[in-house]
């Protein structure tokens, strides 16, 4: 079995799980474990479908950083439940998905899967650094458009795209990319700072969509090219210079808010999938007991064992 670096973004996928199984299953104690097992279900079919050697669960150790903030104060502020001052803002979050979170995080370290986060930054970034500086192939697996950013086929980069639900998993190449949205990979992020991201709290320049970003970026290749065409007035309409020209501060702070982090100093453990070792399947029957993860725990233990 050839190599393969499977990086989750564990977030996006444990919501997905929280929201994709009824929060009727719970714990003996009435805890809800909804997302724990539906999570735990995710990596199951990941690892069986696409047959990684190597998996890291990548974590947001800070998914609103305060220097994305201070560039763009909006960036995710849709999202905030309570600002904290001196630290990291805290998340909405169900009250019935927040408990389940360290007990995700413990049935990750009792299988031996890695847990990689970073201070001041967003999974993503952990994403972006692992997929930059592997020496294996790599499967991404997120519901987030961002990371298209990293796809690269000369590196065998990819996206386990997760969008449309566990059932209709796309795979996202640079052809992919390219038929969608009309942009290289290497393109996207500009393309996603041209177009905006109300979901990011990413305002985008004012009368520019998708298809006007698109037809940008193939003329100058790139926001620096496309803002000194607007400065010379050529290769645009008057009225879309207009509309760079008058977004240039926006233009000069958001590609570091959307670029995602190639060089983050991290510490990585090991990362290999092995077979579950007797230690690690007392310490997951525990678990399992207590929390009555019962056959997702099964089945999880069994996709391991087959990576022998």
């Known amino acids: 079995m050839t190599d393969r670096l ?13 929201y994709g199984v009824p929060d009727t299953v719970r714990a003996p104690d009435g805890t809800p474990v909804n997302a724990v097992r539906g999570f735990l279900d995710i990596i199951t079919r ?14 947001d150790d800070d998914w609103r950083p305060q220097w994305r903030v201070d560039l763009i104060p909006s960036y995710k ?3 905030v439940a309570e600002v904290v001052e001196g630290g990291a803002d805290v998340e909405v979050v169900p009250d019935p998905l927040e408990v389940q979170v360290p007990v995700i995080r ?47 086929d000369a590196r065998d980069v990819r996206v386990v795209y997760t969008a449309r639900g566990m ?19 290497s393109q996207y992020a500009d393309f ?7 979901s990011d709290g990413l305002p985008g320049v004012p009368g520019i969509g998708e298809k006007s970003a698109a037809t940008l970026l193939a003329a100058h290749g790139d926001l620096a090219g496309i803002v000194a065409a607007a400065e010379a007035g050529r290769g645009m309409s008057a009225g879309v210079a207009a509309k760079i020209l008058a977004a240039l501060p926006y233009l000069a702070v958001a590609p570091r808010v959307v670029a995602v982090a ?18 690690r399947r007392e310490r ?25």
């Open 167 to 185: 059932s209709r998993l796309e795979i996202v190449t640079d052809e992919v990319v390219v038929a969608k949205y009309g942009v290289l990979p």
């Open 262 to 279: 190639k060089d983050l100093a991290l510490t990585t453990p090991h990362t290999r999938l092995q077979p579950l070792d007797a230690d």
């Open 192 to 198: 996603a700072t041209l177009r905006g991201d109300a």
């Open 77 to 79: 502020a849709h999202r």
């Open 46 to 59: 990941l690892v069986t479908t696409y047959r990684p050697t190597h998996l890291v669960a990548c974590w």
């Open 106 to 152: 413990d049935v990750l370290a009792a299988v031996g899967i890695a847990i990689v986060g970073a201070a001041e930054h967003e999974a993503d970034d952990v994403i972006g650094t692992l997929a930059t500086t592997a020496t294996l192939p790599v499967d991404i697996v997120t519901g987030d458009r961002d990371l298209f950013q990293l796809v690269d």
């Open 284 to 308: 997951l029957a525990g678990l399992s007991e207590r929390w009555a993860l019962g056959t997702a725990v099964e089945r999880i233990s069994l996709a391991l064992d087959a990576t022998a």
């Open 6 to 18: 499977m990086l989750l973004d564990s977030a996006s996928l444990y919501f997905r799980a929280f």
